[in-house]
């Protein structure tokens, strides 16, 4: 059954070096507009739904896009660049990257360093994003929540990436690609807008596919991944014994491939399965099996029964 977490946070983390650094003024525009813009999107596409219908060619890419730019985030960005849950070939982390980085939440190293360090201090001082920020009464919670949600982002402190990330950043292929992240952003939004413009021969077709595949898709991958930092802090099942407070969020699972088995994730971070138990879809998992079984992943971090066992909480085995 799922419940609010109520296990006590750990004291503070004493050390005020928390490797942070201010970030540039003209970030947060731009952080505003990215977030801004998806929500707004959402609001014209629906009207003109409303009248017009949705083409199937929208719906395709939609779903298309999100399963890959969703898929860059949770393979890419989370299991493999920031956990180290496999190795992948070259041409494999060149495309998680990119596919990550169409998910318009930020560049990879700056991705990379912001969830290490989440992990770091998850839910004590020095973690970026937890619910838990103003204490545990109702007021509290509603700001964190909002903090850990959404928040965060227009913090004027952010993580530093040569103090969380200096491995990517001595990778030539992730530099590109961070370096590249506006010019993919742009071709994300764009390259459905071009499709649906192809296929329909119309400027119609165009700003729908653009809508529907691009501004609509970011806007739920933007809301399931932060729903992960917020909902699965606070509400969920705890099985297994962490320092914090991740929960395993059951209605998460499919939207999030996998992510909201978070609980299982901060009890053994570098496992490349998060669902362990019976019944836990774990699509992310999947798709690492099927990089394995090609030869593109290998030394991956699978299950070890006896290690899951030992993190599991003596009531819930």
């Known amino acids: 059954m799922t419940d609010i977490a109520t296990t006590p946070v750990r004291p503070p983390h004493k050390n005020p070096a928390t490797g942070t650094k201010q970030r540039p003024g003209w970030e947060l525009p731009v952080v505003g507009l990215t977030v801004a813009l998806p929500p707004a999107a959402l609001l014209v596409a629906i ?52 596919a990550g980085s169409m998910a318009l939440q930020g560049p990879v190293i700056r991705w990379v360093a912001d969830h290490r360090k989440h992990h770091a201090f998850a839910d004590a001082e020095g973690d ?71 296929v329909s021969m119309s400027w119609f077709g165009f700003l729908t596919g653009m809508l529907w595949g691009g501004f609509v898709r970011v806007f739920l991958i933007h809301h399931v991944t932060w729903s992960v930092n917020s909902i699965c802090h606070i509400v969920g099942e705890r099985p297994f014994e962490t320092r914090d407070k991740a929960t395993n969020f059951w209605p998460l699972a499919i939207f999030s491939f996998g992510e909201s088995w978070h609980n299982l994730h901060h009890a053994d971070p570098k496992c490349a399965r998060h669902g362990v138990d019976r019944g836990q879809l774990d699509s992310s998992a999947r798709v690492i099996r099927w990089f394995e079984q090609a030869g593109w992943a290998t030394n991956v971090r699978w299950p070890d029964d006896h290690r899951i066992e030992r993190r599991r909480k003596p009531t819930a085995a």
Do not use: C, K
């Not at 399963?67 to 982390?93: D, K, M, Q």
């Open 47 to 98: 009207p003109l739904a409303w009248g017009h219908g949705v083409a199937v060619t929208d719906l395709v890419l939609l779903l298309v896009l999100y399963v890959v730019s969703g898929l860059g985030i949770t393979v890419g960005f989370h299991r493999l660049f920031t956990h180290g849950s496999f190795t992948a070939n070259r041409p494999l982390r060149i495309a998680l990257a990119v």
């Open 128 to 198: 970026p994003h937890s619910p838990w920020r103003y204490g545990e009464s109702p007021a509290g919670l509603i700001r964190g929540f909002w903090h850990a949600h959404m928040g965060w982002l227009f913090e004027r402190e952010q993580a530093s990436t040569r103090r969380w990330a200096p491995d990517l950043i001595a990778d030539r292929d992730l530099v590109w690609v961070h370096r590249l992240f506006p010019v993919i952003a742009v071709g994300s939004l764009a390259l459905p807008g071009v499709i649906g413009g192809l």
